[in-house]
Every structure is written in C-alpha cells, then in structure tokens.
C-alpha cells in the first residue's frame, strides 16, 4: 500500500506537534516537508525532523504530496487551504477553518464536486468524556442551561488574534457537536486589557426551546479553569477538563444513597486522534471527522460573536448544514 505523502506547513508552538504526529504514523504517511519561513523555525525543524524536506512555500514540494497539515496563523488559513483544494491535495486544517463567514463562503464553493478531504482540527471535540455522555447529552431536557470556563493567565501566545477566535471558538463548536438545540442568537461583552484584540469575552448563547449557553474566555485570568456545567429539570453535570472527571448530581439519588458521583476519565492525546482520522478519511474515501460544515459553522458563531462585542447589542445566528 503506496503511503499518503504529506507536508506540515508552519513549524511554530503546535506546529511541531503535529509534525511527531505525522512521525507517529509511519505505517500510513510518509513524511515528505515541512514548510516554514522564518529563519529559527527552519532551523529547529531541521535539527528536530533532519530526513524531511524544510522550504519556505508549499508550491516547492505540491508535485510531491497528497495531503498537507496547515499550522499557520490564521489570516493564512484561507488562501493556503483554497491553494491546496485547487490542487487536489487533502487537507487538515488547525482551527478556525478561516478568519470569517465570506472566506468560509468561498470555500464551500471551492469543495464543491471535489472527493478530497478537508478535516478541521476542533481539538477539544476529542475529551473521552464527551463519549461517555454523548447520549446523556443529545437527550436532555429542554429548557437547560450549559456554562463554559475558559480561562487562563496570561501565556503571551496568539496575541495575533482575538480570544474569541483563539479559545472561544472550542467552546462554541462544542456546543454545537454536543447539544440537540442550535444556537439562535448571541450576546457578548468583552474587554482588551493587554493586547488591541478582545482578551476576555463572556458570551451568551440563546438556544433553541428556551435553552441557553454561557461561556467564558479569558487570557488575562488569575488561575486555570476548564469546565462545562450542564442544569437541567434531570440534575446537574459538571464536566472538569482539567482534572479529568465527570460530576454528576441527578435529580434523585445513587443506589448507594449518596447525591453526588465522581468518575475519572483517561486523558487522550487528542491530535494523535485527529491524525488518526485523517489518514482513515483518506484511505477509506470516507468523510473527514468534522468537516467543512462544522467548521464554517464555528466560523460563523466567531463572526457574530465578534459584531455583538463591537456594536454591543445580541446578533442573529444562520447556521448552515
């Protein structure tokens, strides 16, 4: 079996996990380039991966793989991502898939008719614990309210772009992978405290049948939380991303008598995953794990949670299917 040919394109902070990533599966890809531009990048890639190709465009190496990995900032997403289509090559894209909904627009349209993948890297849909309650979940009843913590100190990393593209975009994706009720409408305020772009945002989601979403992102937060808490007339889930554990409070009692049950879930290595499916969608001619629509959808939430922050008044939202 001839292996998928691939390059990663960009060599910064996650770029070079991806690149072990793609080490870690000799068996179905070959590792042809790396492609990156700034001079101690190039180097470290060098030195770090000395059998693989390191250029400074992709139109180096096109002719010589089948599939790239793009890992570059954001505002490179569109045209590298068309350029690759265009070219018939398979693509997995690092989140968000684009910087707005008219780039996401012209992308679909570029997919259109096309058999390559295009798989975006929306990470945070691969926590164990999402598979333990996917049921759970998609189930609950209406009205229920989820609240979403994402916040950190300040790391100095993708001051590039704003909070809500850089985190708050796991989180609205995760409400729309993990919930039966679409989002209808969103609120948000923010503020900049370190950078010119928004660092912190608390943004309201009113979903269909009365439900609602908060989540919170912050670069500029006092400690680390990761959390997802779910209240419904069924009891109350609280989700640590952290501590890797799953709360449950339901609406009786455990047949211990007890209110309140604790469960571990095992930490992944979620890219390790996401390259998994990626070579799978390829070899398989199947579907990417989440694709074009959800990723222009996370696309769009982003993009009116950006216009409610600047003009501070609630934004309809028109998903996609």
Not at 17 to 39: G, N, P, R, S, T
Not at 113 to 134: D, K, M, N, P, Y
Not at 194 to 206: M, V
Not at 243 to 271: C, M, S, W
């Amino acid at each position: 079996m001839r292996k998928i040919r691939v390059a990663v394109l960009g060599y910064g902070h996650l770029g070079k996990w991806h690149c072990q990533k793609v080490d870690a599966h000799k068996d179905v890809a070959e590792f042809v380039a790396i492609v990156e531009k700034f001079a101690p990048n190039k180097a470290a890639a060098k030195a770090a991966h000395p059998h693989v190709a390191v250029v400074e465009d992709v139109r180096e190496v096109l002719g010589r793989i089948d599939a790239a990995v793009v890992v570059t900032p954001t505002s490179t997403h569109f045209d590298l991502v068309r350029h690759l289509m265009e070219s018939g090559k398979h693509v997995f894209c690092e989140k968000p898939l684009c910087s707005n909904d008219a780039e996401a627009q012209t992308l679909r349209k570029v997919a259109e008719g096309r058999s390559t993948v295009l798989q975006i890297g929306h990470s945070e849909r691969f926590h164990q614990a999402w598979e333990q309650l996917g049921q759970k979940l998609k189930g609950l009843s209406a009205p229920f309210t989820v609240r979403i913590n994402r916040v950190a100190p300040f790391k100095g990393r993708a001051t590039d772009v704003d909070v809500v593209q850089d985190l708050a975009i796991h989180d609205l994706d995760l409400i729309m992978h993990l919930f039966s009720k679409a989002p209808k409408k969103v609120l948000a305020t923010g503020q900049k405290i370190r950078t010119q772009n928004w660092d912190h945002a608390s943004i309201h989601l009113e979903l269909e049948d009365n439900c609602h979403a908060f989540i919170d992102v912050s670069r500029n937060h006092v400690k680390e939380l990761r959390d997802l808490e779910v209240v419904s007339k069924d009891g109350t889930l609280l989700v640590d991303l952290f501590a890797n554990k799953i709360l449950e409070a339901p609406a009786g009692q455990f047949p211990d008598g007890t209110f309140v049950k604790e469960e571990p879930y095992p930490k992944r290595d979620h890219l390790l995953i996401e390259h998994q499916h990626f070579y799978e969608s390829i070899l398989k001619d199947g579907p990417a794990i989440v694709g074009l629509a959800a990723g222009a959808n996370a696309v769009h939430l982003v993009d009116c949670t950006l216009r409610s922050l600047a003009q501070g008044i609630p934004v309809d939202v028109r998903l996609h299917g």
